[in-house]
T-cell receptor, first 113, second 111 residues
Framework: DGGITQSPKYLFRKEGQNVTLSCEQN?????MYWYRQDPGQGLRLIYY???????QKGDIAEGYSVSREKKESFPLTVTSAQKNPTAFYLC????????????FGPGTRLTVT | SQQGEEDPQALSIQEGENATMNCSYK?????LQWYRQNSGRGLVHLIL?????REKHSGRLRVTLDTSKKSSSLLITASRAADTASYFC???????????FGSGTRLQVQP
């Protein structure tokens, strides 16, 4: 099955700890994206990558970091510098660039207490 | 501010009725996309309409685009309880390299 996977589905962390969210795709897509969604809100772009070993900040990159060492993988680290990390995190990919349709993973719900 | 603003924010209808959602945007676009999200799940792409298209159909979905008014609408005909979800429009703003999503319309279809 081709698709995009995120793990874990639920994640609980104590304040002050870094946490890494996994995102893997086997669609052979070049571009990958991370979004944050707060309750009842739309999606806000955290980081995106259009090619391996390259990525750009989105609208709310502060307190987050990413890497793109492999085409299939785009992990997101939520650092202790992120002031309000509790949210629903969505990873997406697209075949080439931003104007193409995006395929989304199932999301990771992060709760930090 | 959000590129795409959906209207209404919430919509409740009976099964079998049509549901219309609107989206407005501020800058020029190459295309506009509509996505659906079931509660607590990822988004699913529904339809993409290019800037040189005025209307597009996919099954029970009909999307229109009016570039002069910078607006789009999504019509779901003969709605079903399974259509209950949030619907988002998205487009690429001028000068940006990623989609910008609106805040969505929450559709509730009563059986």
């Amino acid at each position: 099955d081709g698709g995009i996977t995120q793990s874990p589905k639920y994640l609980f962390r104590k304040e002050g700890q870094n946490v890494t969210l996994s995102c893997e795709q086997n669609l052979n897509h070049d571009a990958m994206y991370w979004y944050r969604q707060d309750p009842g809100q739309g999606l806000r772009l955290i980081y995106y990558s259009q090619i391996v070993n390259d990525f750009q900040k989105g609208d709310i990159a502060e307190g987050y970091s990413v890497s793109r060492e492999k085409k299939e993988s785009f992990p997101l680290t939520v650092t202790s510098a992120q002031k309000n990390p509790t949210a629903f995190y969505l990873c997406a990919s697209s075949i080439r660039r931003e104007s193409y349709e995006q395929y989304f993973g199932p999301g990771t719900r992060l709760t930090v207490t | 501010s959000q590129q795409g603003e959906e209207d209404p924010q919430a919509l409740s209808i009976q099964e079998g009725e049509n549901a219309t959602m609107n989206c407005s945007y501020k800058t020029s676009i190459n295309n506009l996309q509509w996505y659906r999200q079931n509660s607590g799940r990822g988004l699913v792409h529904l339809i993409l309409i290019r800037s040189n298209e005025r209307e597009k159909h996919s099954g029970r979905l009909r999307v229109t685009l009016d570039t002069s008014k910078k607006s789009s609408s999504l019509l779901i005909t003969a709605s079903r309880a399974a259509d209950t979800a949030s619907y988002f429009c998205a487009s690429v703003l001028t000068g940006r390299r990623a989609l910008t999503f609106g805040s969505g319309t929450r559709l509730q279809v009563q059986p």
